[in-house]
Structure formats: C-alpha cells, structure tokens
C-alpha cells in the first residue's frame, strides 16, 4: 500500500470536517488549510503537513484512532496526529508533554497556535470566549516553550 500523497490527504481532511464550523461560524477547513499553511511556511516536512491537515481528526470524532491505524500514512505521521489530539480529561501538562515527546509535533501545534490565536479571528468571538482562548492558548504556548509569540 502506497501512502497518500498531499492532495489526498488534504481531500480526506476537507470531506470528513466537512460539515463542522469554527467558534466564529466559519468552515472548519479554513483552519485546518491555514495549519497546514503555517507548517509549510516554517519548513515542516510532507508528514508534518499532512499531520496538520488532519490534526483535529481524531479528537474531533470524524477519524477513529482504528481508521487512523489503518490509513495509508507514515508512522510518523500517525504518531504526530495522535500527539496533538487532546484526550478527554488530559491535563494541560500531560498534553503538552506528549507533544514535545513525539518527533515532529511540536511544528503542528506551533502552526494550530498561531491561527487559533489570531487576533482577527479572536476578534469574531464574543469577549468572554476570546478572553478565555487567549489565557489558554499562552499556557499551551507557555508549557511548549514557544513564548508569547
């Protein structure tokens, strides 16, 4: 089995969130395209960009860690996937920690970071939902070792 090119998997990641949308009400594939925007532009390799278009996947429900076992993926993608997927309950800490232990994916969630926390798109939530992301995604920035950036 040959694994999937880009193409494909940016298809897959456009078809199975293809009826979620964002906190602001916008297509859920606008996010993920600028994530995988963002690992491009810092130099992420094919893995990491295919990792980013499906980081959500799993932790979002539209791929079963099953289906993401049996996807024609690089190991090494899969493994960044399942890093940046939060698990229900997980500390911050233990999040974060798994990120910095998995090759690779700390460039995804560098990339998630920086579009989540873009003040354009914070500026559509409503002040409390803003306030509270902004808090959160500086401890996440905080506990990686990313700065305020």
Partial sequence: ????TLTEVEDLAR????TQVDKAGRPYAEHLAAVASGVAER???EEQIAAAWLHDAVEDGVLSREQLAEAALPQ???DMILAVTKR???SLEAYTARILSTPGA????EADL?????????ALLDEATGDRLRAKYARVRQLLGLGTG
């Fill in 106 to 109: 700390l460039l995804i969630k």
């Fill in 43 to 45: 130099r992420g390799s």
């Fill in 1 to 4: 089995m040959t694994d999937m």
């Fill in 76 to 78: 090494g993608t899969k």
């Fill in 15 to 18: 078809r199975l969130h293809a």
């Fill in 114 to 122: 920086a579009h989540n926390a873009d003040p354009q798109r914070l």
């Fill in 88 to 90: 229900p309950g997980e």
